[in-house]
């Protein structure tokens, strides 16, 4: 309650709704995961390869507070405890020109543009003199390749290039880990255990596959092996019980 979600307004739960209605059992609803750099009070998610090529989060102190290479879970939780329960994704002109999907987010307005730090921060309303300070301080974390405060292990650049960009960010629900209960051959199971017959599922409406966390790799793999065996397995049902 409460969240935004990256997912498509179109997905109201209702494949849930309809297998729950004829017994067919779920398993951890109460599990989702966060993305942390969701545009603010927005459903656009702004891809974590900004971070991984050295864009910084600050809060509205103007100070890092994460690692920003942490888990999901770990870096959500940690910018829904700042202040206004969010924080700034900062980057400079150099990640920009080797991300390009950077362009489409500047486009679109999502992103505040400064000439300068200090332009920056007085558009993002926050003290300057502390954002340039920790913009300084982490650039000579860059240099030493040692992060002394948050211990990141990836320090690909510093952020010294003008002109410099800010987007608001907070967390959102990317990936629901709960769903139906299915069998290796993705049919549908009953609290029992017994099966549907005639009812397959795969992908995200299923629930026990990722438990309490999931890697995007292995939903990749999981939509893709559950979805043929459910789609070849529902062929077969359908031949066979004409």
């Known amino acids: 309650k409460g969240f ?3 997912n498509s307004p179109a997905i109201t739960g209702e ?3 309809m297998v729950n209605s ?3 059992a779920l398993v951890d609803m109460n599990e989702i995961q966060t993305h942390p750099t969701v545009v603010h009070n927005n459903t656009t998610m702004i891809t974590e390869a900004v971070r991984g090529e050295g864009a910084i989060l600050v809060n509205r102190e103007g100070k890092r507070f994460i690692n920003e290479l942490e888990t999901r879970d770990v870096v959500s939780k940690a910018e829904l405890e700042q202040t206004g329960k969010s924080a700034f994704l ?3 002109q150099s990640i920009r020109e080797n991300l390009g999907a950077i362009n489409g987010y500047v486009k679109r307005g999502l992103a505040v ?3 300068t730090l200090e332009e920056l921060a ?3 309303g926050i003290n300057v003199n502390t954002l340039v300070k920790t913009m300084e301080t982490y650039n000579g974390y860059v240099k030493a390749g040692t992060d002394k405060d948050f211990a990141k292990n990836a320090l690909p650049r510093e952020l010294s290039k003008a002109p410099f960009y800010a987007i608001e960010v907070s967390p959102a629900v990317h990936h629901t880990m709960g769903g139906v209960r299915i069998n290796t051959k993705a049919q549908v199971l009953t609290a029992d255990g017994k099966v549907i ?3 397959y599922a795969a992908g995200e409406i299923t ?3 990722h438990g309490a966390n999931r890697i995007g790799g292995n939903a990749v793999t999981d939509i893709t092996v559950y979805g043929k065996t459910a789609g070849e397995n529902a062929a077969d049902f359908a031949k066979t019980s004409k």
């Open 197 to 199: 017959p005639g009812l």
């Open 122 to 124: 007085k558009k993002m």
């Open 113 to 115: 543009e400064g000439a």
């Open 90 to 92: 900062i980057f400079d």
């Open 15 to 17: 494949g849930i709704k």
């Open 4 to 6: 935004g979600s990256t």
């Open 22 to 24: 004829v017994g067919g």
């Open 207 to 209: 629930g026990g596959v």
